[in-house]
């Protein structure tokens, strides 16, 4: 499994960016698809996932009413639309995925439970 994060730049404070993750195969059954992210001399931390072949998605705290993350399945692709952007939300962002069995949203958010990474790209937010 391959993955391919693409879509980081910069923008003001306010602003919106997609990030996109493009993924290698074709069938991703029983995945879970995840944004993490990481800031100069910070750990990496979670920021949403969602289930591939089911409706069920799932946000940490801090980007809540601010970020969603969608599929397309025929593309292959996950994105995660960042509206409302702060300077916070500065770093580099990667995409993850890790088999998930169980119907529901996964609400793993460990980056050890990830199997799979992309390189990431860097989001950096102005004041």
């Known amino acids: 499994v391959q993955l391919q994060a693409s879509g980081g730049g910069l923008v003001q404070a306010g602003g919106s960016l997609r990030l996109s993750c493009a993924l290698s195969?074709?069938?991703?059954?029983?995945?879970?698809i995840a944004w993490f992210r990481q800031a100069s001399r910070k750990e990496r931390e979670f920021v949403a996932n969602?289930?591939?072949?089911?409706?069920?998605?799932y946000y940490a705290d801090f980007v809540k009413g601010r970020f969603t993350i969608s599929k397309d399945n025929a593309e292959n692709t996950v994105y995660l639309q960042m509206n409302t952007l702060r300077p916070e939300d500065t770093a580099v962002y990667y995409c993850a995925a890790r088999r998930a069995l169980g119907y529901g949203s996964d609400q793993n958010t460990s980056e050890d439970k990830y199997n799979y990474w992309g390189r990431g790209t860097q989001v950096t937010v102005s004041s």
């Open positions: 969602i289930r591939w072949n089911e409706p069920f998605s």
């Open positions: 195969r074709r069938t991703f059954t029983s995945y879970t």
